[in-house]
């Protein structure tokens, strides 16, 4: 027989192949589905069972049964029909969980939960505000309501519906508004539009202004205004990260993941500039993701981070199975359910919830059903439910009867011996009683649900026996089971007996506070009915002083928590204790607990915060506090004492103001612990919180007969940020009804202290840990708590945290002048712990250049404190500066170093070589400075290295010099005749690498730019030629030429005299920025690298300007460069019959 199923969570039908027997049980051919309608309309909600008729088919509501009436009522193939929807509020409303249940002869079924919603849409929770941005910057406006279904945001400008995208306005599904590079024309007034099914609102109304923008505008670093935030988001649905970011040159923006796992690009799309939406969102999308905005074309960037959270609808991954077990055999049904949070299971039996009775336990994934009874014949369903759904399997329990087995034990007794012992006597079974073999006697508390019960076994030789491990004036009810060869015999009749009251086990613990300088309040929790052993009827409390031994006692009655002690000594230490007492006499009394008596002051200190202890596990405990309003201003933070009674307290806990529960672990099981805690001002420590707790007993195997749990598996840990880790982990293949605790342990590698340990709690399956330190690695281990038992540790995982970007300048900055136009700068990390530096940006420029906001730059690896200043000038005063920085951002400039440069011919051995700005700079008599043995050798290698650079070079510059000469009939004539031949040095910068462009000058260059439709030949002088396909960015410009042969041309006129030595690149690669520090590959900045008085010939007037100038734009190039070995190259290209030669230097 096929039966084909619908699965609510898939588009396509499940076939069930069902033997005869199981399609005459029953099952579900239509199920009810969650449904959004409007008020007044109607609805149907199916539900279609099969089975062996007649079928009776219920429906409930929010788990009650739904009466019928002439506005909703069944149909005949068992669906709900409700004829107009009601929204009132209370019960009268017909939104909520609707369920059917299905039942024949062999038993009922339960269909999944299904949500009926009226569709609604409320008030806007955040509204556009006003907001003022210059011209050319950025504007944003948000708005946000709440609606169902959702609803579908939408802009107006001067009330005219704005389009969802244009070339500089992005709409962003989730009600933001981004407007980049904004114009005149943008001021006005904006609204949001809010529609779905159920109506439309508009929000208020926001007013854009516009200001003029400062001329010429500033570099500025990027900066996000706008970040991604941490959300969650449903299986299939879409999640959107926004990234909104200004700087000058406007920043580009990337997104990456922080586990360098690569982002779907099939489901991924950017809207705007850089908004990050990712549809029909799967659990493999889960992660971290990084937004990235850098300056472009160089290494200037910020970062900023959000973690997306996937929750998924439960699903099974293992089912029940239908099983046949004869009468007082044991059923186990096993049920395994995944998803996002992790789903709750639920044991159903005909449709009702089942609770464990000591007969029936659930646990560890699995319902076992012990002593099985005939009315255990039933169905059983497994239910799976969390936030995002249901979804439940069913089995079948199939009870076999057999004639040949024992009656029942009879006339079962049961009498009271004392506070935890009762004699049980029986008489053997009316049939078959010479074939039984042996008893067993099961008894467990008659008091609550999910009570534990317990079994013991006895000879055939008796029918008398006494348990003596049962609690003091607890209710426990008893039967016996009779066992022969052929099985077990029904269960004996039920019967109830208490045990008798004893003194109680404990005393209180004792929660101590003052609230004045003479007074403590005392207060205690009742005892539980464990330690108490009995009804309290009275508490004996005594103190004395510290300094004294005459004590003084007072007697309360037993229904009292608390009392206080007035006309006491001011800043006094005063010792408490206390003693519990039932009807059979006094218990064993607490320890005696410190406590002193604030001063006698009139200073305004905080009061004692109200305390409060919870032992999480044996372990564990947790602290928490609240401070009354009127006592928690000025408050500058706590300080928590803790230390085992009996022994030293130990120095106190730093915490913030703003903190109000700490965790205190790995304490020792079965201690009592003394916690003091205070808060404090500017004034001085307030009135301080005292109280005793003792920790639960780690139950062990041998304790409960039980094994532990096991730990938490597939742990895995992701950065959340330099502070931050994710961890999330999954529940071992078990479940119960009790809830599970984690415990998470967390600590730097190779920790030594282990009071520095973190221990945290939650109850999650995840959990975000703060407060970490940066670039520092941790590792991380978990264990669950269940029923006061811990399971072990689980496999340590290791994780790292992202370094943060530098708060301080490196250190000890010096330069030293070791040539006549080369100095050595050299510097220290930062002096701030755990940095990670990936490299070092240093700045130097002349007194002059620094006037015109002109620096040369030089970058250098993390691993390097050192660079080499070159080609410095005679007679200058130089100024330098250095920065660190690393994947997360830039740090700030050290303060600047000056360094002056001596006459030509000076010999450096009369001229002090000196750095103003280092206070650690040695300069001896002789005007040296005394380098240790290891830095003069790599300078004497520098410096040789360098001078063989110098030679091979300008062996190469002589051999171009001679074959430029014999093309000199093509070169253009000077006005004294001699050929000349221009080449000019552009410092240009691209991602990877430093281009030096040179361009040689002809009469009439002309080259078309951008090339987009020519593919041409690059030749390279060392690897031979480079094709450059459609599309290519070259090195290019234009030029008319002017009738004037004196007339400079405009590269003279862009890039300054042949001879202006300030404006060429030196070999360290060095490049033209603003005084902010930091380089732009803006073109307005390369366009005045070199501009100065010098830059323009005198005799250039306006009417002689060149008519066509173009910018200068970077070279990309492509494929043969990331096989590069050399860290040179030059090439040659040959466009329109010009040559443009270009060098590329890697770095």
Known sequence: ILAIVRDPYLPVFNVINLTPQESNELFFIKEPHDVTVMRKDAVILDCQA?????????????????????????????????????????????????????????????????????????????????????????????????????????????????????????????????????????????????????????????????????????????????????????????????????????????????????????????????????SDIKPQHGGVYMCRATTPGTRNYTVAAANITVLAPPSLVEWPESLTRPRAGTARFVCQAEGVPTPQITWLKNGEKIHSNGRIKMYNSKLIINQIIPEDDAIYQCQAENEQGSVLSMARLIVVMSEDRPSAPRNIRADTVSSSAILLAWERPLYNSDKVIAYSVHYMKAEGLNNEEYQVVIGNDTTRYIIDDLEPARNYTFYIVAYMPMGASRMSDHVFQHTLEDVPLRAPELSLTSRSPTDIHVSWQPLPDKLSRGRVTAYRLSYRTSTEHAVTQMELPGERTQHLLENLQPDTIYLLRIVAATSVGWGEQSAWTSHRTPKASSAQVPLAPELHLEPLNCTTLLVRWQLAPRNSAGIQGYRLFYHEESQPESSPIQLRASDNRHTIGGLDPRKKYHVKLLAYNFIGDGYQADQTISTPGCVSVRDRLVPPPPPPHHVYAETNSSTAVFLHWGRPAFTSSHTVNYTIRCNPVGLQNASLVLYLQTGEQSLLVRDLEPNTKY???????????????????????????????????????????????????????NIAVTHYTILYASRKAWIAGEWQMLQR???????????????????????????????????????????????????????????????????????????????????????????????????????????????????????????????????????????????????????????????????????????????????????????????????????????????????????????????????????????????????????????????????????????????????????????????
């Open 50 to 278: 099969h089975g062996e008729a007649p079928i009776d088919v219920r429906w409930l509501k929010n788990g009650i049964k739904l009466v019928e009436s002439e506005r909703i009522y069944l149909l005949t193939n068992g669906s709900l029909y409700i004829s107009e929807v009601e929204s009132r509020r209370g019960d009268k409303s017909d939104e909520g969980f609707y369920q059917c249940l299905a039942q024949n002869k062999y038993g009922a079924i339960l269909s999944q939960k299904a949500r009926l919603t009226i569709a609604s849409i409320s008030s806007f929770t955040i509204q556009p505000t006003s907001i003022v941005v210059t011209e050319g910057s950025v504007a944003r406006f948000s708005c946000k309501i709440t609606a169902h279904p959702p609803p579908i945001i939408t802009w107006e400008f001067n009330r005219v519906t704005l389009p969802l995208a244009t070339e500089r306005i992005t709409v962003l599904p989730s009600g933001v508004l981004q407007i980049h590079g904004v114009q005149q024309a943008h001021a006005g007034n904006y609204r949001c539009t809010a529609t779905n099914i159920a109506s439309r609102r508009r929000s208020a109304e926001a007013t854009l202004t516009v200001t003029p923008a400062l001329h010429p505008k500033l570099p500025q670093r990027p900066h996000i205004i706008a970040g991604p935030q941490n959300m969650t988001v449903s299986l299939h649905q879409s999640a959107i990260l926004e990234c909104m970011a200004t700087g000058n040159p406007r920043p580009l923006i990337s997104w990456s993941r922080a586990d360098s796992k690569s982002i779907d690009v099939y489901n991924t799309k950017v809207l705007g500039n850089g908004n990050l939406m990712i």
């Open 779 to 833: 590792e991380f281990a978990i264990r669950l708590h269940i029923d006061q038992l811990s399971s072990p540790w689980s496999p340590v995982v290791y994780q790292s945290t992202f370094p943060e970007a530098p708060t301080l300048p490196p250190s000890n900055v010096k330069v030293t002048l070791i040539e006549e136009d080369t100095a050595l700068v050299s510097w220290k990390l930062p002096d701030e712990p």
């Open 861 to 1147: 690896e993390g691993s390097i404190t050192m660079a080499l200043l070159e080609n410095l000038k005679p007679q200058q005063v130089y100024l330098v500066k250095v920065s660190a920085s690393n994947e997360m951002g830039d740090g700030p400039f050290s303060h600047t170093v000056e360094l002056a440069v001596p006459p030509e011919g000076l010999s450096s051995g009369h001229v002090p070589r000196l750095s103003h700005g280092s206070p650690h700079t040695s300069v001896f008599s002789d005007g040296f400075y005394h380098l240790d043995q290891k830095s003069m050798t790599g300078i004497i290698v520098g410096v040789c290295i360098a001078l063989i650079c110098i030679i091979i070079c300008a062996f190469i510059i002589v051999c171009r010099g001679k074959n430029s000469t014999s093309g000199a009939t093509a070169h253009h004539l000077g006005p004294d005749g001699q050929a000349e031949n221009m080449e000019v040095m552009v410092p240009m910068m691209t991602e990877d690498h430093f281009i030096d462009a040179k361009v040689l000058g002809r009469r009439r260059p002309y080259i078309t730019c951008p090339m987009k439709d020519t593919s041409f030949q690059v030749q390279s002088s060392r690897h031979g030629d480079a094709s450059f396909k459609p599309g290519t960015t070259m090195l290019c410009y234009e030029e008319e030429l002017s009738t004037d042969p004196h007339q400079p041309t405009t590269l003279q006129v862009l890039l300054g005299p042949h001879g202006d030595t300030e404006g060429s690149s030196n070999s360290e690669g060095s490049h033209a920025t603003g005084d902010s520090g930091r380089y732009s590959h803006d073109e307005t900045e390369m366009t005045n690298l070199s501009s100065g008085p010098s830059s323009r010939p005198s005799s250039l007037s306006t009417e002689d300007k060149p008519s066509c100038l173009h910018r200068l734009s970077s070279i990309v190039l492509t494929d043969s460069e990331q096989e590069a070995s050399d860290s040179l190259w030059r090439y040659q290209a040959q466009v329109g019959g010009h040559r443009i030669s270009f060098t590329v230097f890697f770095q």
